[in-house]
């Protein structure tokens, strides 16, 4: 029964080797072909990032071919040619990179199939414009063609490099997927493969030690049974001898006895040579199986180790530990704390005390980083199993460790691509949103909170139907349902939002929806950018516009009107009305050079492109010579000018600028003072400021008029441009004049009691003057 046993504890010991080293086999094998995966996954991530920068760098190239020539139309500086050439060099060779980096995209391919002549007609648009624009007569109807035709290719070609950049994002999205289910994958592999193998060969150690006891076992039943069978021997020979001495007679019993007797000491020796050979035969097959165990441990890729915890002493190595630690097998057996020096010394403390502390409680699974001899640093994922004596002490723990350095690398690139894209969420400087299908924000980034003025947990409780005007909210969600339907694949709509304070912000807002694996709708992804100052100046771009349009209109009508009388020859016998024509046309013509002269001052100012020379000057003196330069018309307007006493005192401005505000304040009072009436001009110094203040006893201004007499072209009465003169520029030149002076200007006014227009000035430089409204 024992031998039977024996033999079954043999074959199991066989098949549990055999079965483990298959097992590993297959991990090892599954392991590397997910890591295969897992670097092709990383490449086609890399490839689209590079696809996306190339298709940003194309994108900002028009816009610097588009600068270019729209900074050479307004300033003739050639300078900004250099920046067109450069942002056309650059479109063109982002489009060539991006031929190239799409070759395995069709779809791509078709887009950029699609963009390249668009590009070529852009270019060549701006070429031909650049072009009329050398030549000493400008054809401005062909510039506005020309910057239509312009317009209309660039939306075309912000278009498609939309589309391109949304298909890369797209692909993006989907090989980091993959990239995070091959990473899964393999980790699962190799830690299933692992735990079974490990598994496995505690099993087999196990049925090693019942064999060696079951050895033990047989080799004791063998010496009882010799030493009863001496026993019994010794014990019939005596009962012989007794019977030999009182029965001689029974000779010939004794004798049948005696050979009964050696006929069983001669099957009893026979028994002890079978049962000597059997033991020969288990010990062979033990140091068989011993043999197949050390080559399946010498020949796995991780590393088996069996240690003494109490006597800190390493029994089993196997050669993988040169491999993976690149150090001596012999040195750590005479030191087993070579082990723990080899560990990084950020980890040492955590596994020394994992090893020493729990595998009492079975609890040693650690991952550390180990300092290999030439430098280099790997990971190791190491786990050990304590196996306990009769006596429920820890005898022995036995481990596996491998190499995770790839792992952890995988698993570092991972997180560095997920920073990435948290960080280009988070930090975008246009807001960006993900959005359910039902309208609730699901994700804001920070840019898009400012935007609106709530935090982000408050504007996770709306939908973006909350927020969006009422009058644009139909169009908005007509192009949802198209992209729903899948007849778009996003859209593009300028509308308005409403913000925390109620307030009206127009918004540029680009949409398009996100599928899942099977094409069914998950949410909406949105860039909104704010436009509400781009949406300001364009209003007042077109309020400009018009305003100069019928400001030049009208003297320029009288001017033709009047020359065209002369030319056509009605007055040539009428001297008198002949001369009152040219001095219809003069006195318009100074008009329209008035004009000109001071929109192109206020453009200069407010630019910047004037630099006003500051210096210490004498206020008084100031205030004298500006007076005697309107002492004329002030006369002929039967106005007196008076300037007040004051202390003599330095103020740091532009003289020339600071006399130009005044002659137009005081320009302004003459004209709408009765005569016989005074204009003041008196001071109010301050330690660090001195106020100036003219006033007038003239019709006042309505309150409803007060702030915007200082924009452009601004009349109290639509009336005054043609009775008083003036083209409406002279206040808003003021305002500029003085706010690059850090200083204010502002009036106090009543109807029917006269007007007084203050403004500060700096006593001495300062460090830094801020501009005040």
């Known amino acids: ?112 199939t699609k963009l390249e002549p668009l590009i070529a007609q852009k270019l060549a648009i701006l070429q031909q414009s650049i072009a009329d624009l050398n030549q000493r007569e400008i054809n401005q109807s062909l510039q506005s063609q020309l910057t239509a035709q312009g317009s209309q290719l ?7 490099l939309l589309e391109i950049s949304k298909t890369e994002r797209t692909l993006l999205e989907q090989r980091l997927h993959t990239t995070r289910s091959s990473v899964q994958a393999t980790k699962a592999i190799v830690l299933v493969g692992s735990l079974f193998s490990l598994g496995l060969l505690i099993g087999v150690y196990n049925l090693l030690r019942r064999e060696i006891a079951l050895r033990t076992q047989v080799e004791a039943t063998l010496q009882q049974i010799n030493n009863e069978l001496e026993d019994r021997v010794s014990q019939r020979t005596a009962e012989l001898t007794q019977a030999n001495l009182r029965l001689t007679a029974e000779i010939t019993e004794r004798e049948q006895a005696q050979a009964q007797l050696r006929q069983a000491k001669a099957d009893l020796e026979h028994r002890v040579q079978e049962r000597t050979q059997e033991l020969l035969q288990t010990n ?73 502390h729990g595998v009492n409680q079975g609890l040693y699974d650690q991952e550390y980083r180990v300092l290999r001899p030439d430098g280099s640093v790997c990971w190791v994922h190491d786990r050990g199993f304590p196996i306990a004596s009769e006596n429920d002490q820890i005898q022995w723990v036995t481990g596996i460790a491998e190499d995770i350095t790839s792992r952890k690398q995988a698993e570092a690139a991972l997180r560095e691509s997920e920073d990435r894209f948290r960080s280009a969420f988070d930090n975008a400087p246009i807001g960006i949103a993900l959005v359910s299908l039902d309208g609730r924000w699901l994700k804001v980034n920070p840019a898009l909170c400012d935007i609106l003025g709530y935090s982000e947990a408050e504007l996770l409780t709306k939908t973006f139907q909350d927020i969006t005007h009422p009058e644009d909210l139909d169009a908005d969600i007509n192009y949802m349902n198209q992209l729903l339907a899948g007849e778009i694949r996003s859209y593009t709509l300028k509308k308005r939002y409403i913000d925390r304070w109620e307030h009206i912000i127009w918004i540029l807002l680009d949409a398009s929806l996100i599928r899942d694996a099977q094409g069914q709708p998950k949410y909406f992804i949105s860039q909104i950018q704010d436009i509400t100052e781009r949406q300001a100046i364009e209003q007042t771009k077109n309020e400009f516009i018009s305003v100069v349009s019928h400001e030049l209109r009208t003297p320029l009508t009288s001017i033709r009107g009047s020359l065209g009388l002369l030319a056509t020859g009605v007055y040539d016998h009428k001297p008198e009305k002949a ?8 006195t318009d013509s100074e008009r ?24 210490s000057a004498d206020l008084e ?52 003072s009765p005569p016989h009436s005074t204009i003041t001009l008196r001071t109010e110094p301050y330690p660090d400021w001195v106020t100036v203040a003219v006033h007038d006893q003239g019709r006042g201004i309505p309150l409803d008029k007060i702030e915007s007499i200082f924009g452009r072209f601004q009349q109290v ?28 200007i502002w009036v106090d006014s009543e109807v029917g009691s006269g007007s007084t227009f203050y403004f500060t000035l700096p006593r001495r430089e300062l460090p830094t003057l801020k501009p005040t409204a």
Request: with cysteine; aromatic share 8%; hydrophobic share 40%.
């Open 1 to 112: 029964m024992i031998l039977r046993n024996w033999r079954l504890q043999h074959k199991l010991v066989a098949g549990g080797f055999g079965l483990a080293l298959l097992l590993v086999t297959s991990v090892g094998t599954a392991a590397y072909f997910s890591i295969e995966k897992l670097t092709d996954n990383q490449q086609w991530v890399e490839h689209t990032y590079r696809v996306l920068d190339t298709v940003y760098a194309t994108a900002d190239g028009m816009k610097d071919v588009e600068r270019g020539r729209r900074s050479y139309l307004l300033t003739r500086d050639a300078s900004y040619l250099t920046l067109y050439e450069s942002g056309s060099q650059q479109a063109i060779t982002g489009l060539r990179s991006l031929r190239q980096l799409t070759t395995d995209n069709p779809i791509q391919q078709q887009q950029l």
């Open 154 to 160: 660039q939306r075309q070609i912000q278009s498609l």
């Open 284 to 356: 062979q097959q033990l140091q068989t199986s011993e043999t197949k165990f050390r080559y399946l441990a010498e020949t796995i890729e991780e590393v088996f180790w069996i240690s003494d915890p109490q006597a800190q002493q390493l029994v089993y190595v196997s050669p993988a530990y040169s491999t993976i630690w690149g150090r001596s097998i012999a040195a750590l057996y005479e030191n087993f704390q070579e082990w723990m020096q080899a560990i990084h010394p950020d980890d040492r403390d955590r596994v020394e005390q994992a090893y020493f």
């Open 579 to 586: 001369r009152r024509m040219i001095e219809i046309a003069l």
């Open 592 to 615: 329209l050079c008035r004009l000109v002269n001071d929109i192109l001052d206020l453009e200069r100012l407010e630019s910047g492109r004037i630099t006003l020379v500051k210096e």
């Open 621 to 672: 003196t100031l205030l004298q010579r500006s007076v005697e330069a309107m002492q004329a018309s002030a006369d002929a307007a039967q106005v007196t000018l008076t300037v007040l006493p004051m202390t003599t005192m330095q103020v740091w401005v532009a003289p020339d600028a600071i006399i130009q505000t005044l002659t137009n304040l005081i320009s302004n009072a003459i004209k709408f």
């Open 717 to 744: 009465e639509a009336a005054d441009a043609g009775q008083k003169g003036g083209t409406g520029l002279g206040l808003a030149i003021c305002k500029t004049i003085i706010q690059q002076h850090g200083g204010r």
